[in-house]
């Protein structure tokens, strides 16, 4: 199981940046976020997937925030992070980070759009 905790978020003016931490722990943090993703929930909207990340360090974004977010993970910190440039306000939105063990098919982890643990959100608004 894994205990995620995300922190980072603020306010800032459009134009600006911030940068998103993702504290994992738990009794087998590293196989059970194997696979890792951010969401954002903006208000009265349902919750989308942003970015994600495998244990191959592949990553894939939403086009909404590709070229401006960046996702990476420090398995020596037990964190995944996301760097967020060019904020605009329609990025105001709580922001998830989500960890998932993956299937494993053939010897690899097979990620998939289906997380089994969840952080708590961060609020990030971005003023015009």
């Known amino acids: 199981q894994a205990q995620l905790e995300e922190s980072g978020g603020g306010s800032v003016p459009a134009g600006g940046s911030l940068r998103l931490s993702c504290a994992i722990s738990g009794y087998t943090p590293s196989r059970s976020s194997a696979c890792m993703a951010w969401f954002l929930q903006a208000p009265w909207k349902e919750r989308e997937g942003i970015a994600t990340?495998?244990?191959?360090?592949?990553?894939t974004y939403a086009d909404s925030v590709k070229g401006r977010f960046t996702i990476y993970k420090d398995n020596a910190k037990s964190s995944l992070y996301l760097d967020m440039n060019n904020l605009k306000p329609d990025d105001t939105a709580i922001y998830y980070c989500?960890?998932?063990?993956?299937?494993?098919?053939?010897?690899?982890?097979?990620?998939?759009?289906?997380?089994?643990?969840w952080g708590q959100g961060t609020q990030v608004t971005v003023s015009s």
């Open positions: 989500a960890a998932d063990p993956g299937p494993i098919i053939a010897g690899m982890v097979a990620c998939t759009d289906s997380f089994a643990y």
């Open positions: 990340i495998d244990p191959y360090s592949r990553k």
